[in-house]
């Protein structure tokens, strides 16, 4: 039988992987694709979970586990810092059209009961 220890190093690569693409989109701002990217980090991190540890990982192993993990929070961070903008953009949209949407209520009912 496999030691988890590498599964549980692979799937680090692959969120390493997942949130480095999800960078590059935001990058381009392919919001969708910042999306698709997010459930896959989700579900990779969820079979991350599931997995149990019985043995410690060695030296080396911990090294890169801790380089991976920098990695991943340093993609993190980057993509949050390109999305905030994008997030208050929409956020103000999303503002206005509640503030529209009262306005035609209001005036709107107003007109309808003037004719």
């Known amino acids: 039988m496999t030691s988890p ?14 949130t480095t693409s999800m960078l590059n989109a935001a990058r381009t701002e392919d919001w969708n694709s910042v999306l698709t990217h997010g459930q896959s980090y989700c579900e990779v991190v969820e079979r991350l979970r599931h997995i ?8 080396d ?15 993190d961070a980057n993509t949050r810092d390109l999305a905030m903008p994008e997030l208050a953009r929409m956020s103000d949209l999303l503002g206005r059209m509640k503030r529209q949407q009262g306005a035609l209520r209001a005036y709107g009912g107003l007109k309808a009961r003037a004719l």
């Open 52 to 59: 149990g540890v019985s043995e410690p990982l060695d030296d």
């Open 5 to 18: 220890s590498p599964q549980i190093l692979e799937l680090y690569r692959e969120i390493v992987s997942v």
């Open 61 to 75: 192993e911990r090294r890169l586990k801790h380089d991976m993990l920098v990695q991943i929070l340093e993609n």
